[in-house]
């Protein structure tokens, strides 16, 4: 063997190798189309985008991969044809209650909230902000516990008090708001926690206000306020004008247990006119006992429509007058604010009001968070904390739910084959678009999950 043959056997050989050892996989992403899961022929609102158009949304690798009025179902391993639904962003949920699982009775750090998963995905949500259950000395308990083990993106804010919503002997100790030690905690994680809450206050004392605010302004993030008692000491119009920042949420804004309606016109109060003024922010959270319609169908009238739409979804207003966050908005819809702003209140606002705009929105290359929605055409009756009922012919139903870039609810099996269609073989990737088991082709193995 001549020298230059030798060195050319060597090199042979190492190719022969390099060769069957690249993964298969390698070989087969080559060949794979473009996208992962394509919807196609949907009504797109994207607010951030100013989007509201019949459009094709094509995802590839947990991302948004492009939007435009027509993407080839060629070019994606898996296409859903969502005509006549609404394509929006995943919703968010700026209010709920999801420290769930510590056995506490009477706590919102425990048995009074609800694990997140159960309540999400079907109504489009696919981000939640927990409304203060935790404080800076449990938040590490309730991130281990919940927010780790959720498939719903799961964010915090802190309660001011550092033991959480445990109930009213810890939640009108005043000296356990510690605003410096509540910031210290919101700095340590700060994808997670993105703002301070106050809440369910009896004192005449602005003390959890101004600790909060203190804690908000240190780790620079928002302070969500449920006013609590109402106190002469401590006037909504003095929270609005004076202890409140500019970016700061005021929550349960048509309770009228706090003045927010004035007795007069029955529209917004000078106080939340002026906080509005001042760039406060107004969020629905009706939850078991935060939602008038003698205050939401006048306010709305009068132009004082929400910044955001959340559920302060726990326990007890799972099943009451709140159902859910579609229901909530259906209400806010039925009282007439129109379809495309109510869902810019549950996607880009929120999204905005906690700081996290890379959600709440379908940019080319933003996480694919997707809702997909139905709007039925009906009778349908809407009620309130003192149980009076509003009409209303129109109401939203998920029809899909997208996070990540992956089907993880589908209420009419729009993203299956029927089950005596031939089998697709891209249904072998099957992983790349979905959360839920392919038909197994043949000779796939036989396990099955119980
Ligand atoms: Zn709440």
Known sequence: MSLYSW??????????????????????????????????????????????????????????????????????????????????????????????????????????????????????????????????????????????????????????????????????????????????????????????????????????????????????????????????????????TQKLRPGDIYTHMYSGLRHEQDPVTLGPSKALVEGRKRGIYFDVGQGGGSFKWSLAVPMIKDGFIPDSISTDLHITSMNAAMKDELNVADKIMAAGVPLKEIVAEMTSHPAREIRHEELGNLSEGSIADVAVLRLEKGKFGFTDMVNSRLDGNQKLICELTIKDGKIVYDLNGISANLWTAKLDPNEKEAYRWSTFAPRPHAGAGTDTEH
């Open 7 to 240: 060195k050319h056997g060597i090199a042979l050989s190492c190719l022969v190798i390099f060769l069957t050892t690249i993964p298969s996989r390698l070989w087969a992403q080559n060949t794979l189309p473009a996208y992962d899961l394509l919807l196609s022929n949907g009504h797109v609102l994207d607010d951030k985008n100013h989007i509201d158009a019949i459009m094709d949304v094509a995802i590839k690798d947990g991302h948004v991969a492009k939007v435009a009025a027509h993407i080839p179902s060629t070019d994606a391993l898996k296409t859903i044809d969502v005509k006549g639904l609404y394509v929006t962003p995943g919703l968010i949920d700026l209010h709920v209650h999801v420290y769930a699982g510590t056995g506490e009775r009477n706590s919102y750090a425990g048995d009074n909230s609800v694990p997140p998963d159960g309540f999400t995905f079907r109504v489009g949500v696919t981000t939640v902000v927990d409304a203060g259950c935790s404080g800076w000395r449990n938040f590490e308990d309730f991130k281990d516990r919940i927010i780790d083990r959720s498939k719903t993106r799961v964010f915090a804010m802190l309660n001011i008090v550092g033991a959480g919503m445990r109930g009213g002997k810890y939640e009108q100790n005043t000296a356990d708001m510690d605003g410096v030690a509540t910031a210290g905690m919101a700095l340590k994680y700060p994808n997670t926690i993105v703002g301070i809450k106050t809440a369910h206050f009896e004192g005449p004392e602005w003390i959890p206000v101004e600790q909060a605010v203190i804690a908000g302004t240190r780790a620079n993030i928002p302070v969500m306020v449920d006013f609590g008692t109402d106190r002469p000491t401590r006037p909504i119009y003095d929270l609005m």
